[in-house]
Structure formats: C-alpha cells, structure tokens
C-alpha cells in the first residue's frame, strides 16, 4: 500500500463511481517525436512518480508489482478530427483497480497528437502541466539520465496550516457549514419560481475549444489591472453571463458558479509542482446575474467574493468539506452543484518548442458531470493567448447551442476592452 486517500481524494473518487471523471490532455505536435521516443518518455515518467505506478482499492493507493499502462499508436488518418478522441476518453471509465492513466498518440512524421487521459484524483492542473513539461523534455534529451524517482506525497490537508487542523480547524469549519446552509437557504427562496437547472442522470459529455490572441489578452490584462481584479474573476462573469444569456434568456437570478484554488503555495510546507497530486480546492460562489448587466459590474461583484473567500481561508475549508457535499449530490441526486465552473490555470510551464519538437496545440478537458455546472471550462495562458477548453452535456444542450455560448464568452470579452485605453 502507498497511502490511503486524503479527504478530497475521496470526493473525486466518489464522483467518478457516479459517473467517468477524467482528465485529458492533449499536446498537438509539430516535428513530433516517434512512437517509440513517446513512449520511453512515459515509461521514465512512470517510474519517477509514485502514483503513476498506482491503482486504487478500498480507499487505498496500491502499487503495482509490475507497473504498465495502456499506450496506443494510431497513424494519423486525413478525415482525423481529434475533438473526437477528447469525447471518447472524457465518457469511458478508467477502471482504478487496472491503473490511473493511459495514453493514445495519432502518429504521423509531421504532425501528432498525444492524448493522456488521467484519474482526476491523481492530478491538478500544476503537477499535470509539469508533468507535459517533463514529458516533452525527457523527449528531448532521452540520452540524459533519468529524472530521479519521487516519493508519495501526503494527503493534501495534512499538509494545511496549523489553524486549519486540530480544534482550531473544526471551529473554523462549524462556521463555514453554518454560513454555506444559510447561503443555500437564500438561493432556494430566490430562486423560486424560476428556472431550475434540469437533471438529466446519464449523458455523454462533449467538448468545444477556442484560442484567443495575445492582443486580446494583453487588452483584457491591462483593463483588469485598471479594474483593480483578476482575469481568474473576468473569465468565470464572462462564463455565467454567457450562460444567462443563452440558457436563462437573459432573466435576473442569482447563479453559482465554482472558482478553483490552487493549495500547493498554501501548505506546510509549499508543495512543489514536481508532484504528481491533486492540490486544489473548489468553491462555490452565488451571484446575481441578468443578461443586460455590466461585464465589469459582474467581474467586480464575483472578484470581492473570490478575495474575501481565500483571504480568510475558504480554501482549506472546502477542501476539508468536499467529501460530504458530494455523498449528498451524489445521494439526492435532485439537484445541480452550480450553473458554471472554470478553471484558471494562468501561465503554463510549457515552452513552444523542445528542440525540434514543437507545441502547436495545449487543451485540457475535464469530463462532464450529470450532478455538476450546466458549463464548464478549462483555461490557461500559453505562447501569450488564451487556450479555453470547454464542456457540455448532451442531455443538457446539443452542440449549436454551445457553439453559441462559446461565441458569446468571446464576444463578450472583445466588448469588454472595445474603445478602452
């Protein structure tokens, strides 16, 4: 056995018994490295991280005596659309007792495709985004010696400040319970009467993608400043505001949405990004919305939320909560977690090019969840533009309509900086 698993662990692990809840990433190659090189860098990968090597059964990470993992060349096919392999791998179950992640590469001399797919549990964007990082270079200098092995790392609040564990942390977490039923039974007044997100159990998820260009992002970085909030807080109004618009014609109503925080800076002590683990916590936030607000009003409204929440160290608390709020979704099965989700990663450690390699595309996908955001994205800043992923559910939408809801979070972030400065 490496370990049980930590408390958010367990409410990840808990989610993909309900329904699959994968991470997939993709890297879109140019000059890309052989099958074989691929696959001698996974294999190095492998054996330097603990939980690559891992399964899981009754609660525990196991490790295998004789680690493999599934590793699929394809030869690249001209009508290849690889959308559609995100789909597949965001909807198949991995089984945890066979292993934690897989890998499927679309193969030909001058473009490739490299698709990991990954039990959420084992991953948060940081480690996942490294771990690209070590791939590519491993690609690189496969003559080098290998990266040494590293050892497992704790659960994630084992490692929280001393004021957030012991009695301390069981006061602090009694008032945030209290202050989340009181926020629950506010929402549910407010939002009689009105549209209910619907619950369709079952679904198939799919994603959609787009890239926005460095004068966009250098626009809406200086006007953030200006506004005194972050583009985290501008990307998740311009999220619920499209959402509003397209699925809540535009009606004034509060709506959730979840922010996500990255712990890893946080703990005791800071936990490197070298390690392959899930650090993060997610926060939920209820704001008014309506279809003709002010971006800017939203973006400042869901900013003093989000700042208030972390400055007085909601973070941990969620975290330490996390378990019990997904036995009760999961439980109920009556309701949805929130209308929307995003997660900002900010600027990835990824280089455009490895020697001759280069990175022409970097996505990240979370598999949709029946219980959970109506909408859900993905975002990080590589090579200066804005790479968004986004998710949807079938039973929620079919896909014009969230080719839509994509069109208007652009729409409304060229707006957003349109005639300023």
Known sequence: MLRPLGIFERALFLSDQHAPFNVVSVLRLESPPSPRIIKHALDALQTRHPLLQANIKEGKFERFSNPSFPFKVIE??????????????????????????HGIYIYDPNHADLFLTFQHVIMDAASGMNLLDELLRICVENKMPPLPPLEIVP???EQFPASFKGWRGSAKMMGYALAQMVDEIQYQGSV????KRAIYLGGRGFPLTCTLPESLVDALSKRCRAQKVTLNSLLNASLLLATNLHLYDGIALPMRTFAFADLRPYTVPPMPIEHLANYISMLRFTVDVSGGMDIWELTGNLHNRIYRALKQGDKFLASKMSESLIKMFVGMKSMRMGATALNYSGAVPLESEYGNIKVRGLHGFLSSFDLGPEVSAQARLFNNELWLDFMFLETDMDREKAEKIVREVQVILERAVSGWG
């Open 76 to 101: 690249k096919q001209e009508e290849f659309n690889w959308l559609n392999i995100v789909e597949q791998e965001m909807n198949t179950r991995l089984n945890p007792t066979e292993g934690l992640f």
């Open 192 to 195: 009689r009467g009105k549209r």
């Open 155 to 157: 659960p994630v609040e």
